[in-house]
C-alpha cells in the first residue's frame, strides 16, 4: 500500500525559455509515487519542454 500524500517530484513555479521566447509560465507539478501523470495539450504546448 502507497502512503498518501507521498510526493516523489514536485515542480513550483518553473518558468521555461528558448533564447528570449517564453514557453512555459509558473507551471506546478506534484507526482505522488505509485502515480502515474500525463501531460495534455495542443502541439506548443510545452509538454516535451515540461518533461
Ligand atoms: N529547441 C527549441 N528552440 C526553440 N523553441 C523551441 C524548442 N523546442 C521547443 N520550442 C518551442 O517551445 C514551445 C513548446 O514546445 P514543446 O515541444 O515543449 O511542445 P509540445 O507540447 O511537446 O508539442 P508537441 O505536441 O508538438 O510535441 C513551442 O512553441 C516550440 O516551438
Ligand atoms: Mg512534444
Redesign the pocket.
Known amino acids: 500500500m502507497i502512503a498518501a500524500n507521498s510526493e516523489a517530484l514536485t515542480i513550483s513555479g518553473l518558468d521555461?525559455f528558448?533564447?528570449e521566447?517564453q514557453?512555459?509560465y509558473g507551471l506546478d507539478l506534484v507526482l505522488n509515487k505509485g502515480e502515474v501523470l500525463c501531460?495534455f495539450?495542443?502541439?506548443?504546448?510545452?509538454?516535451?519542454?515540461?518533461?
Open positions: 521555461c528558448y533564447g521566447v514557453v512555459l501531460l495539450g495542443r502541439n506548443g504546448a510545452g509538454k516535451t519542454t515540461t518533461l
